[in-house]
């Protein structure tokens, strides 16, 4: 299933994480607006746990809830912890069941993401995620390109450029590439379809969108893994491009590449698992049924 192939990937690439980690209280935080939800959703970057056996229970109103022992699960804005369907209820009863004698509340994507939603942090609109996604275009990974050495141009050619092919076909947009420090003019119809087709998500769905792009740095490589055209990673591999193109010409620190490919993988796994759980998208749960 669907499911549990991208639950796979991020618990494989978190136990790969501890193996590579000596010591390290929290992952490096890629941005402005990812550090913001990181400090308010794991203000403790660990703790001690508390309880012995993890629960979900169905509340009245059809929402699931998270049973620590007899005590329900809260946000760090002192809601109660709901969620809208039990698959995700399992996934996020699963992170906190896997924790051992510590918490490691910067392991735990979903229960971040589902506090994000619940409490908005930055009490933003959807209308201001969608903005906030669409500004990615302006400065969007695989866009922005190299005129030397040539070994990277023709990297970045071959690697790139079929998936902006794809992109542009999907949506019907145009998008293109630039080695110009300006990057490529995107064309306001190409925002207006792309907003179009953003305003299908939930709030919740957003979220995990907008989790995904902030790990990628890139909303073309987000939606072709969202949309199952890329793995997850592929669409790892393809972001950290140039960085892996240095690696392979001068090496790599001994353990520090691992546990950052690792790392981004569980998080961009974990992002695209939690937009396919909340999404309501008929096309979606149509794919999920396949798998």
């Given at each position: 299933?669907?499911?549990?192939?991208?639950?796979?990937?991020?618990?494989?690439?978190?136990?790969?994480?501890?193996?590579?980690?000596?010591?390290?209280?929290?992952?490096?935080?890629?941005?402005?607006?990812?550090?913001?939800?990181?400090?308010?959703?794991?203000?403790?970057?660990?703790?001690?746990?508390?309880?012995?056996?993890?629960?979900?229970?169905?509340?009245?109103?059809?929402?699931?809830?998270?049973?620590?022992?007899?005590?329900?699960?809260?946000t760090p804005g002192g809601k109660l912890f709901?969620?809208?369907?039990?698959?995700?209820?399992?996934?996020?009863?699963?992170?906190?069941?896997a924790q051992r004698d510590t918490l490691k509340?910067?392991?735990?994507?979903?229960?971040?993401?589902?506090?994000?939603?619940?409490?908005?942090?930055?009490?933003?609109?959807?209308?201001?995620?969608?903005?906030?996604?669409?500004?990615?275009?302006?400065?969007?990974?695989?866009?922005?390109?190299?005129?030397?050495?040539?070994?990277?141009?023709?990297?970045?050619?071959?690697?790139?450029?079929?998936?902006?092919?794809?992109?542009?076909?999907?949506?019907?947009?145009?998008?293109?590439?630039?080695?110009?420090?300006?990057?490529?003019?995107?064309?306001?119809?190409?925002?207006?379809?792309?907003?179009?087709?953003?305003?299908?998500?939930?709030?919740?769905?957003?979220?995990?969108?907008?989790?995904?792009?902030?790990?990628?740095?890139?909303?073309?490589?987000?939606?072709g893994m969202i949309d199952r055209h890329l793995?997850?990673?592929?669409?790892?591999?393809?972001?950290?491009?140039?960085?892996?193109?240095?690696?392979?010409?001068?090496?790599?620190?001994?353990?520090?590449?691992?546990?950052?490919?690792?790392?981004?993988?569980?998080?961009?796994?974990?992002?695209?698992?939690?937009?396919?759980?909340?999404?309501?998208?008929?096309?979606?749960?149509?794919?999920?049924?396949?798998?």
């Amino acid at each position: 299933m669907l499911i549990g192939k991208y639950a796979c990937i991020a618990n494989s690439c978190l136990m790969r994480t501890f193996q590579t980690q000596t010591s390290r209280s929290k992952v490096c935080l890629r941005n402005q607006h990812y550090e913001c939800v990181a400090r308010y959703s794991a203000a403790t970057a660990e703790r001690k746990r508390f309880y012995q056996d993890v629960s979900i229970s169905q509340s009245e109103g059809g929402l699931y809830e998270i049973n620590l022992d007899q005590r329900k699960l809260k946000t760090p804005g002192g809601k109660l912890f709901t969620v809208p369907n039990e698959a995700l209820a399992i996934a996020v009863a699963t992170e906190w069941d896997a924790q051992r004698d510590t918490l490691k509340f910067y392991t735990m994507h979903l229960t971040t993401l589902c506090n994000t939603a619940l409490d908005n942090p930055t009490q933003r609109s959807k209308e201001q995620m969608i903005t906030a996604a669409l500004k990615f275009l302006e400065t969007d990974t695989i866009c922005y390109r190299v005129d030397e050495p040539h070994g990277l141009v023709e990297l970045q050619k071959n690697e790139w450029d079929p998936v902006l092919q794809w992109i542009e076909k999907r949506y019907n947009v145009t998008i293109g590439s630039s080695a110009s420090i300006l990057g490529p003019e995107i064309p306001e119809a190409t925002k207006d379809n792309l907003r179009q087709h953003l305003k299908s998500y939930n709030f919740w769905s957003l979220t995990g969108l907008e989790y995904v792009i902030t790990q990628l740095k890139s909303i073309v490589l987000s939606l072709g893994m969202i949309d199952r055209h890329l793995s997850v990673e592929q669409a790892v591999l393809l972001s950290r491009l140039e960085e892996e193109y240095q690696i392979r010409r001068w090496g790599n620190v001994e353990w520090a590449h691992d546990y950052d490919m690792y790392e981004l993988r569980a998080r961009t796994a974990a992002g695209a698992l939690f937009v396919h759980l909340t999404s309501e998208s008929s096309t979606v749960k149509h794919k999920l049924l396949q798998d």
